[in-house]
Nanobody, 128 residues
Framework: QVQLVQSGGGLVQAGDSLRLSCAAS????????LGWFRQAPGKEREFVAA????????YELDSVKGRFSISRDNAKNTGYLQMNNLKPEDTAVYYC?????????????????????WGQGTQVTVSS
């Protein structure tokens, strides 16, 4: 079992940068693929980015490619979402999620219902 605690986020202006962190409890963090999702008011929670348990494979939503990057530091049991050149349409509550892929050949997942473990969410607001 893993528990996820998020930090980062806040109110920024368009063009600014933010880094979200997702700290995991337990000693098996390196067995978990991570995903980041976001949910804007009145919208469904959508996939943003994912990373394999070893950090070798990543995947990002087309609309954030080149601006957002996902990474992890398994020695620190922490995952990150670096967000650059933020836009007002990036405003949302951001969630990190984890899934144990130790016995799986799939490096990461992109669907909400594929992740059993979730962080508490953190608000990102981008003003124009």
């Amino acid at each position: 079992q893993v528990q996820l605690v998020q930090s980062g986020g806040g109110l920024v202006q368009a063009g600014d940068s933010l880094r979200l962190s997702c700290a995991a409890s337990g000693r098996t963090f390196s067995r978990y693929a991570l995903g980041w999702f976001r949910q804007a008011p009145g919208k469904e929670r959508e996939f943003v980015a994912a990373i394999s348990r070893d950090g070798e494979s990543t995947y990002e939503l087309d609309s954030v490619k080149g601006r957002f990057s996902i990474s992890r530091d398994n020695a620190k049991n922490t995952g990150y979402l670096q967000m650059n050149n933020l836009k007002p349409e990036d405003t949302a509550v951001y969630y990190c999620a984890a899934r144990n892929t130790w016995l799986s050949s799939t490096p990461y997942y992109t669907r909400r219902n594929e992740y059993p473990h979730w962080g508490q969410g953190t608000q990102v607001t981008v003003s124009s």
